[in-house]
């Protein structure tokens, strides 16, 4: 007979938007929850990314009196999975996403609000993209009230702190920081209002552990899954040196991010021969393995085109005890280009969909990445003006962190590749930097790269030449932000899958730590917070038992 | 611009107070977020800290330089980031407590000094020493204090967040020196 430590009725492994959102939604339903998170805050990856929800037809678009139109939303989808999505799954994320939405503004008290005028990412060149609507994102969240919890939950050092989009947008994206009101972001970060993903996470851990009282406890990994012989009936987690033994009545939830950290799992996966993350160290694939030990099934889809950067590490720069890796976005600021080796450039540097599946591209004949890794190129004109890393116009950056040469060719010669055709390239790309127009590969074409990482004084937000030296230059190395393109198989009722094609009763898996077979092949940044919110949803609901778990 | 003064007394004259001081390599390892210190000369050291900026933590180098130096009585020093847009400057001071001095009158913390306390309480830094000299007891009154400005466009941002960090870094450091100087002088 198994004698438990503890027993609730739905345990939530992972303490991201999947797993609250899976406690919420047991605990609404009666049932008594328990979060377990392996690090010793709550928030998860979700704490650390950007906050936005990509939600078609959501409800706040309908407040504005301009309702989204469901088959411009099913297109759109349709268009980001690229053929890779599991249809029945997509129709669901598509259908209960809103739901989900309206019921944590009307029930949770999370503060939405459309993103003002920021559009699709594939506006508006793919079907059925908007210009507006669809991005979410909260109010500033005021941290003082998550209580005891305020100084135990995550902010990230990857977006600007105590600010929410429409402010970034408003003071010029993220290339025009010098015109950033850095004097309101100081006031608001000792006031610790916290936007982006912290405000996100705040409003649902005061959702979940202030106003429903949710227990959760940190610093306390799952280290197995715990069965009877034919469903899940609970887990063991280590806490402060002790083995706990937790009943779980109704079902264990399994909500963490992927297996960033894991020291093989992406190279296996993820088509590239190195890997770093921006997310905490706990991102490591124990999905993968709880999972794996009790017969769950994989699934995955292309891995080229998921959520996932090429950025470099400040030496010095730690987080949560571990290297921080930024993502590079200076690729897509005027006066800047990537090239490969050989000196040429590969993509639309503004946006990241473009250059993406450039960078895993495999040359079967040479035996070798063309375009790995990506070098990122830029001259004085952006040093004068743009900021890399945090390092500011005429603020020196290390020789050990970008190499500096007075010519293209120089400059080639620091950096490995062939300065001479990235002389060639730079003269060319000079020769319509100016203007409007790449006609090589549509730089600035995407208002959503304008809006992001563009400089709207330009005539092309996202052109400039790169014709002053010196000349500057970094290789940029994979970093993944938790979304993996391999994770368990789960179903309609986010019910991960055995091997032998039948669920696992009383096992769920939802955000990155399940597959992304509902949305396929592409990506579109919110999409993956959306995951994590609707099927810790279905999951929540179908532990408990709901007769409807999309209602 | 940050800035911050820390003022304690303890139980130890000041020629031992200025014999423990003088040398930097006896309380380096007490600057929060120490990491390493090289001496230059006798007026310049580079000192290479771990800086806590919440989210995350830089390295930054300050070059430190004393501009004025008082036996037993006044260090001044600046200083100047190496890698950070930061600068600032600090002071010394120590002087002996006279034993048929008028008992000092009580000072009531302010908002200020409650506030940096609550922080100090709320990131693990509460002062632990508590020994204070006994009335008659000959001792030393040692303050130091600390400035610290942030350049650069987000100077407005990082200073606001330097501004409640310099009340803990200055107790954390002037608390440890005298409890290390009161430990020696019991034994």
Redesign the interface.
Known sequence: MTEWDLSFDVVCVGSGLGGITAAIAAHDLGKSCLVLEKADKLGGVCAYSGGEVFVCNNHKMSAEGAPDDPTASKAYLDFLAGGYADPALAKILLETGPRVARYMDERAGVKWKIINKFPDYHYPHAPGTVGHGRYLEVELFNGADLGDWQ?KTY???HMP?GITHDELFEWGGLAC??Q?N??L???R??ADQRGFGPGMMGYFIKAAMVDRGIEARVSTPVTRIVTDGTRVVGVVAEHEGQSLRIQARNGVVMAIGGYDWHPDLPKYHEGLPEWHSMCQPSVAGDNMMLGGEIGAALAGVPSYNLGMFFGYR??????DGAP?WRASWEGGYPHAIWVNRKGNRFGDESFYRDYLPRCHEWDGVAQEHPNYPPYLIFDQNYRDKYAFA?Y?P??PV?EEVLACADTPEELGAKLGIDGAQLARTLAHFNTFADGTTDPDFGRGTYPWAAMMVGDKSRPNPNMGPLNKGPYYGIALKPVGVGINSVGLKTDHFARVQHVRGRPIDGFYACGNSAAALDTGAGYQSGISNLRGMTWGYIAGRHAAGADDPYA | MPEHTYETTMAVPVPKIWDFVQDMDNWAPFVTGYQEHEKISDENSIWTL?GDM???????KLDVKITEWTERERVEFTLTGI?E?VSGDGTFVMSAIQEDAPPEPEVKAGAWTRFMTWLAR?FGQSPTRQALPEPGDAGARMSFRLRMDAG??????????L??ALGPATENLGEKIAARLEEASAS
């Open positions: 100084h902010k990230t050092p702190p920081i010098l950033w850095f004097g972001m100081g006031q970060i000792m400040i030496p010095g720069e730690e987080h921080l945090t500011m005429g603020q290390p | 771990k919440g989210v995350l933590s830089r390295t930054v890698n847009q709320l650069g466009p987000m100077a407005p941002m990082i200073n606001a967040m501004a409640p």
